[in-house]
């Protein structure tokens, strides 16, 4: 059946992971094996501490990266525990300053000679809006995107002569994809994430061996040191009651108010309030933050991760306790139908659109049921 006037656009297909491009033998993967080598930035928490542990239970050896050495301390033992002291490295290295990484890679390969996995995962969160928050915006920038950029252009042009397969996997967000209003600055600094892989990807396929591939690792709603940390912030300072910051809920078609304190605004919710719009619990000025039930852990987020890599995945994104898969491809499709329809931008927090894209959320999902 075809769905539009072109006879070249291939019939649409259900997503089904077993007709994933080049499935790999689940139990022999050439890049996730024993005795390989997973260099992860971002490694002493979160995401990037659970990729570790998960990692170092398969049987590589580690090498963690990060900032904040007490944290990276903590996270080399925990991940020796598993995998044993030698096949352990941590490295103080702030991803923003060249140097530091050059130092990383100079030494990874001359300890083990290769980087099989290589995790550009190392991520902050400050808030910058479209015309405030300045030295936010180049923090932010200087970690999200520059981060990102010393590591992919200091590691790829060794790893592209190596002989084994290996995989760089850059850790953008849905908010670098929909755009969510409220924090511009992180938006941005996804947006750019998404941008270069894709661009990664591309120029890595143009190579005549073509061994390394590039992936873009889309966390849903993970809790974490960021995503708790925010909370906590929203909380400390929060002087609203009514559980929506500044009063203008954002309920989604699932009736979920979207909770994750790393996205935004309209729904600006609800850190702080003690009581959510859907009824969960979230923290307050007196408790501390514990995982809200929409929340993924990290573990969950990282194994979900390694399947979708092991099967070859460019985009891998991920959902959440809140927010399905189908509901994710729908906002992406409604985003890009913004500049396809003509509509204003992000019409999906346009209250003459709301309506709208209620009804079109609706009507897709019941027709994928
Ligand atoms: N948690 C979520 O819901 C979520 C959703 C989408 C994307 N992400 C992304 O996932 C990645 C991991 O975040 P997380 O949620 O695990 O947060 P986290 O705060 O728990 O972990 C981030 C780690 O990065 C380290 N870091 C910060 N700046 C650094 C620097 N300059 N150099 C080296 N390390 C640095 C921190 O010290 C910390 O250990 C980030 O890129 C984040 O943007 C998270």
Redesign the pocket.
């Known amino acids: 059946m075809s769905r539009g006037p072109s006879p070249l656009r291939p019939p649409f297909t259900p997503f089904n992971p077993d007709d994933a491009v080049s499935p790999i033998d689940r139990e022999v993967h050439p890049v996730i094996h024993v005795g390989r080598v997973a260099v992860i930035?971002?490694?002493?928490?979160?995401?990037?501490?659970?990729a570790a542990l998960e990692l170092a239970k398969q049987g590589l050896r580690i090498v963690l990266?990060?900032?904040?050495e007490e944290?990276?301390k903590e996270?080399a033992k925990e991940t020796a525990k598993i995998v044993g002291e030698s096949n352990v490295l941590a490295m103080r290295?702030?991803?923003?300053?060249l140097e530091?990484v050059v130092r990383l890679r100079d030494k990874v390969f001359e300890q083990w000679g290769e980087v099989s996995v290589l995790m550009n995962?190392?991520?902050?969160?400050l808030r910058g809006t479209s015309w405030d928050g300045l030295d936010n915006w180049k923090q932010i920038f200087?970690?999200?995107v520059f981060?990102v950029l010393n590591v992919q252009q200091t590691f790829v042009p060794y790893m592209i002569h190596q002989e084994n397969p290996s995989v760089i996997i850059n850790?953008?967000?849905?908010?670098g994809i929909t755009n969510p209003p409220g924090n511009a600055a992180?938006n941005a600094s996804?947006a750019a994430?998404k941008s270069i892989t894709e661009g990664l990807a591309w120029e890595l396929r143009q190579q005549p061996t073509n061994k390394l591939t590039a992936h873009l690792?889309?966390?849903?709603?993970?809790?974490?040191?960021?995503?708790?940390?925010s909370a906590a912030a929203a909380a400390a300072s929060s002087t609203d009651t009514n559980g929506n910051g500044n009063g203008t809920p954002h309920t989604d078609i699932n009736g979920n108010a979207t909770s994750?304190p790393?996205t935004t605004t309209t729904h600006t919710h609800t850190p702080g309030s003690g009581t959510h719009t859907n009824g969960r619990t979230t923290p307050t000025k007196d408790s501390p933050p514990t995982k809200p039930a929409g929340?993924?852990s990290?573990e969950e987020?990282v194994l979900y991760m390694l399947d979708k890599l092991r099967l070859g995945q460019f985009y891998i994104i991920v959902p959440?306790n809140e927010t399905r898969k189908e509901v994710d491809a729908l906002r992406i499709m409604w985003a890009a139908g913004d500049i396809t329809e003509g509509r204003p931008a992000l019409s999906r927090w346009h209250p003459q659109y709301t309506a709208l894209f209620e009804e079109y959320m609706r009507d897709s999902l019941a027709q994928m049921q």
Do not use: E, H, R
Not at 93 to 97: E, G, K
Not at 218 to 227: A, I, K, L, R, S
């Open positions: 930035t971002g490694a002493a928490s979160g995401i990037g501490k659970a990266a990060d900032v904040n944290q990276l996270a290295t702030d991803v923003s300053v530091d995962n190392a991520g902050i969160g200087d970690v999200n981060g850790t953008g967000s849905k908010q992180y996804k994430v690792f889309v966390p849903g709603w993970t809790w974490t040191g960021m995503t708790s940390a994750n790393l929340a993924w990290a987020t959440d």
